[in-house]
């Protein structure tokens, strides 16, 4: 079995930054693509960054967001800078795991982080 937990959520004002966590655990062979997605009160889930070897952004976010990860660690960061209230939303985190050797690649989510950016 394999968890992912989310953390670093909050509130801040518009213009001010939040870092985001997200570790995985149990069972890993190989962590594949991490990816954090977003979902507003009313909206569809939305990607807004993946790192598989390299960074990639939704346009909403580019320029403000920046997506790192650990592999030692087993983790993957949003460090979010310029935030507005548009950013307000849950933020999830998503990877693709494989449990063993010759395994199959399955999606695992968090259980979200609310983040919350006041105007």
């Given at each position: 079995?394999?968890?992912?937990v989310?953390?670093?959520?909050g ?5 001010g ?5 997200c570790?995985?655990?149990g ?14 009160p ?5 990607l807004?960054a ?12 580019k320029?403000?967001?920046t997506?790192?990860r650990?592999?030692a ?11 507005k209230?548009?950013?307000t ?10 449990a063993s050797r010759g395994?199959?690649?399955d999606p695992?989510w ?5 983040v919350t950016?006041?105007?």
């Open positions: 079995q394999v968890q992912l989310e953390s670093g959520g509130l801040v004002q518009a213009g930054s939040l870092r985001l966590s570790a995985a655990s069972t890993i062979f190989e962590l594949d693509y991490m990816r954090w997605y977003r979902q507003a009313g909206s569809q889930r939305e807004i993946s790192y598989g070897g390299s960074a990639l952004y939704a346009d909403s976010v320029g403000r967001f997506i790192s650990d592999n660690k087993k983790s993957v960061y949003l460090q979010m800078n310029n935030l209230p548009e950013d939303a849950v933020y999830y985190c998503n990877a693709d795991v494989r395994g199959t690649l695992y968090g259980q979200g982080t609310q950016v006041s105007s």
